[in-house]
């Protein structure tokens, strides 16, 4: 039985801000002013993938769960632009539109990716990092099945729920509550021309030109903390040493009884392992 009372998106504002004519979307909370925390979902997600995080530091912070472009209701590039590059120019668009001097990021997968290569390009814009089971370079041949996956239609849906029902993770292991599972699948979709699709730009994967960070990780100043599932197959405990030795004041955390997707396997122990690491790194008092 599912113990999840309320999803955070319930209690988010909607907000949207155009960068270099692209429509981008976030969810917030908390009180302008505060630090702010920046989340950055993986591939094919989108920001409600830290309804179940975000939340918990509300109180203490501006927190936006940011849709990057291609994804959940932020627009599609066209012409198609998916390279690491382009994810960086609109995170600091959306920095300076907003007003903000300094952020800390949070990003999952290739968000995470994003993330470290911002850092890296813009150390005097975060105060702080969070890898979530990210690598710093994408496997040729795992980037050729990504952009294979890229070159096909999104399959419409005749419903709502059907869509939703076929909603999977990749990698597919995962012990998340089956609710929010559930939760995620009919967010992620949306209807286009009379049926349900998944809400995201297939070119985003065939187009994604990622950078290789690992020669970019000394570049970042940031206080960093290094997020992985413990059953991780995405980010192996040694690529993860070797990844916090790159890069200065860098600490490891394992968050018990995940895979790659921890930030749904295992949301509250992930929380706890962001509130000691920011208690640590930018405290709000």
């Known amino acids: 039985m599912s113990s999840i009372k309320r999803f955070g998106c319930e209690i988010a504002h909607r907000r949207f801000v155009e960068i270099d004519h692209l429509r981008l979307s976030f969810l917030e909370w908390g009180t302008a002013g505060r630090p702010v925390l920046c989340f950055l979902h993986g591939g094919s997600a989108h920001a409600h993938w830290f309804d179940l995080v975000a939340p918990a530091f509300a109180d203490r912070f501006h927190v936006i769960a940011l849709d990057q472009r291609g994804h959940g209701e932020s627009q599609w590039a066209e012409p198609p632009a998916y390279a690491t590059e382009n994810f960086a120019a609109d995170l600091l668009g959306v920095i300076d539109a907003l007003g903000w001097r300094r952020i800390a990021l949070i990003g999952h997968s290739m968000g995470g990716h994003n993330a470290m290569s911002f850092s890296a390009w813009h150390p005097d814009r975060v105060s702080a990092l969070v890898i979530v089971d990210s690598r710093p370079a994408i496997p040729t041949d795992r980037l050729d099945r990504l952009r294979r996956r890229g070159e096909r239609t999104l399959r419409p849906y005749p419903t709502l729920e059907a869509a939703a029902q076929s909603f999977r993770l990749l990698p597919r292991e995962t012990v ?11 967010a992620g979709v949306v209807e286009r021309a009379g049926a349900w699709v998944y809400r995201f730009d297939p070119a985003s994967n065939s187009g994604r030109r990622p950078v ?11 206080p960093t903390l290094i997020a992985r599932g413990e059953l991780s197959p995405v980010l192996p405990r040694v690529m993860a040493e070797k990844l ?3 890069i200065r004041s860098a600490t490891l955390a394992e968050i018990p009884a995940s895979y790659h997707h921890l930030v749904l396997d295992n949301p509250a122990g992930f929380v706890r392992a962001l509130e000691e690491f920011l208690a640590a790194s930018m405290p709000t008092q």
Do not use: E, F
């Open 176 to 186: 998340a509550d089956p609710a929010l599972l559930a939760h995620l699948g009919a």
């Open 212 to 222: 290789d960070a690992w020669s970019l990780l000394d570049r970042i100043a940031a």
């Open 244 to 246: 916090r030795a790159a």
